[in-house]
């Protein structure tokens, strides 16, 4: 046994704590649920449908996003086509969030769950209810 | 294959490579040349007698800032501007005498970014988050602005301006139809490409009281911009530093 064989096992054991301890305050505090995001979009017209299906926006609509972003503001092409013919703005503030005008449940929900913390709403101004109830800005 | 003839062919392939930017240039004079002329080249002409004699009308600034959600700093060094009135002396002060017509030389000119032909901000902009489209527009992607500020240095005409702050704390009522910028980023005017698309005319040039800004395509030989310019003498901002701008002044 070698002279300091207590002192090593004491330090492994405060390791060892150490590194689980988000383990242990997880199980202590207990998780959150995973809130389904809520489905409510505003009056608008197909409100019932995405600009596309409901499993590739669950998936992609970051890459969507940015494709939206690249084509308006570097190649200046705003109109936008579904699948089933109606036309859209490809628009953020304008088209998503209009649809989808209760931001907190729908995509801060789902993003605050996962971590996930896009800075776009630096600039663009999105759909979180103000003080007075109103959900958009104007 | 023997020494020499293995020399020779080396020799031979090296040639080959010399010939590939021959064949470039050859390949380059093949493109038809187009003149920037035959596209839409989208230009403003300013008359600035018709601007002054509507005294401190400022609709056309309004109408800028609100359709852009450009904030109303408090300090002047942190003014954020698109289009803003400038005094002739510093306007034109490379084409200036004392001789001049007092009301045209101590009243205030109208400026804003001069989408020139030959843009020093794009030239330094490291992030290609400023370009020129091909209708001449200099355009801004807020998307990949680093905050840099080259392009405020390179342009010789202050078009550009820095959000040292967060600008929605000095927008009253900041609304959707175009996105706010953030502190760190350069903004300035996009010449209204985004009401371009949309067939409208630029928001100052549509809000002018006066008439006095014209908005068209130069490439259009019958546009009004061309009328203006083919009948009138027009002056251009620092003419001599060949940035070529595209907004033209009537004096």
């Given at each position: 046994?070698?002279?300091?064989?207590?002192?090593?096992?004491?330090?492994?054991?405060i390791?060892?704590?150490l590194?689980?301890?988000?383990?242990w305050?997880?199980?202590?505090?207990?998780t959150?649920p995973?809130?389904?995001p809520e489905?409510?979009t505003?009056?608008?017209?197909?409100?019932d449908?995405?600009?596309?299906?409901?499993?590739?926006?669950?998936?992609?609509?970051?890459?969507?996003?940015n494709?939206?972003?690249?084509?308006v503001?570097?190649d200046?092409?705003r109109?936008?086509?579904t699948?089933?013919?109606?036309h859209?703005?490809?628009?953020?503030?304008?088209?998503c969030?209009?649809?989808?005008?209760?931001q907190?449940?729908?995509?801060d929900?789902?993003?605050n769950?996962?971590?996930v913390?896009?800075y776009?709403?630096?600039?663009h101004?999105?759909?979180r209810?103000?003080?007075?109830?109103s959900?958009?800005?104007? | 294959?023997d020494?020499?003839?293995f020399?020779?062919?080396?020799g031979?392939?090296?040639?080959?490579?010399?010939?590939?930017?021959?064949?470039?240039?050859f390949?380059?004079?093949?493109i038809?040349?187009?003149?920037?002329?035959?596209?839409?080249?989208?230009?403003?002409v300013?008359?600035?007698?018709?601007?002054q004699?509507?005294g401190?009308c400022?609709?056309?600034?309004?109408a800028?800032?609100?359709?852009h959600n450009?904030?109303?700093?408090d300090?002047?060094?942190?003014?954020i501007?698109?289009?803003?009135?400038?005094?002739?002396?510093?306007?034109f002060?490379?084409?200036?005498?004392?001789?001049?017509?007092?009301?045209l030389?101590?009243g205030?000119v109208?400026?804003?970014?001069?989408?020139?032909?030959?843009?020093?901000?794009?030239?330094?902009c490291?992030?290609?988050?400023?370009?020129?489209?091909?209708d001449?527009?200099v355009?801004?992607?807020?998307h990949?602005c680093?905050?840099?500020?080259?392009?405020?240095?390179?342009?010789?005409y202050?078009?550009?301006?820095?959000?040292w702050?967060d600008?929605?704390?000095?927008?009253?009522e900041?609304?959707?139809?175009?996105?706010?910028?953030?502190?760190?980023v350069v903004?300035?005017?996009?010449?209204?490409?985004?009401?371009?698309?949309?067939?409208?005319?630029?928001?100052?040039?549509?809000a002018?009281?006066?008439g006095?800004l014209?908005f068209?395509?130069?490439?259009?030989?019958?546009?009004p911009?061309r009328?203006?310019l083919?009948?009138r003498?027009?002056?251009?901002r620092?003419?001599?530093?060949?940035?070529?701008?595209?907004?033209?002044?009537?004096?």
């Amino acid at each position: 046994m070698p002279p300091d064989f207590r002192k090593i096992v004491f330090g492994l054991v405060i390791f060892l704590i150490l590194v689980t301890l988000p383990l242990w305050t997880n199980l202590l505090r207990g998780t959150a649920p995973l809130e389904d995001p809520e489905i409510s979009t505003r009056d608008v017209p197909g409100k019932d449908r995405c600009v596309r299906e409901a499993e590739y926006m669950k998936a992609n609509h970051m890459d969507l996003l940015n494709e939206w972003r690249e084509t308006v503001v570097r190649d200046g092409e705003r109109g936008f086509v579904t699948v089933d013919g109606r036309h859209f703005d490809r628009s953020l503030d304008r088209t998503c969030m209009d649809c989808h005008n209760k931001q907190e449940v729908f995509c801060d929900r789902c993003h605050n769950a996962l971590a996930v913390s896009p800075y776009c709403w630096d600039c663009h101004i999105g759909a979180r209810e103000t003080k007075d109830g109103s959900t958009a800005l104007r | 294959m023997d020494r020499r003839l293995f020399v020779k062919l080396t020799g031979l392939g090296a040639l080959g490579l010399a010939a590939r930017p021959a064949l470039d240039l050859f390949a380059a004079a093949e493109i038809p040349a187009h003149s920037p002329l035959a596209q839409r080249r989208w230009a403003m002409v300013m008359d600035l007698r018709k601007c002054q004699e509507a005294g401190d009308c400022e609709v056309c600034i309004a109408a800028c800032h609100q359709a852009h959600n450009v904030p109303k700093m408090d300090r002047p060094d942190e003014e954020i501007k698109w289009v803003w009135k400038e005094s002739f002396h510093h306007t034109f002060h490379d084409q200036e005498h004392p001789y001049l017509d007092e009301q045209l030389r101590h009243g205030p000119v109208l400026v804003t970014c001069n989408h020139c032909e030959n843009p020093p901000c794009v030239r330094v902009c490291p992030t290609q988050a400023t370009w020129k489209r091909d209708d001449g527009i200099v355009m801004m992607d807020w998307h990949r602005c680093i905050g840099c500020r080259y392009c405020i240095v390179g342009c010789p005409y202050g078009s550009r301006s820095f959000n040292w702050q967060d600008p929605r704390k000095h927008l009253a009522e900041p609304h959707k139809d175009f996105p706010t910028r953030t502190k760190g980023v350069v903004e300035k005017c996009t010449l209204c490409e985004e009401r371009l698309t949309r067939n409208q005319l630029p928001a100052c040039v549509e809000a002018c009281p006066a008439g006095a800004l014209v908005f068209g395509d130069l490439g259009d030989p019958d546009s009004p911009v061309r009328e203006l310019l083919k009948s009138r003498y027009t002056l251009r901002r620092k003419p001599n530093l060949g940035t070529q701008p595209q907004v033209y002044y009537i004096v």
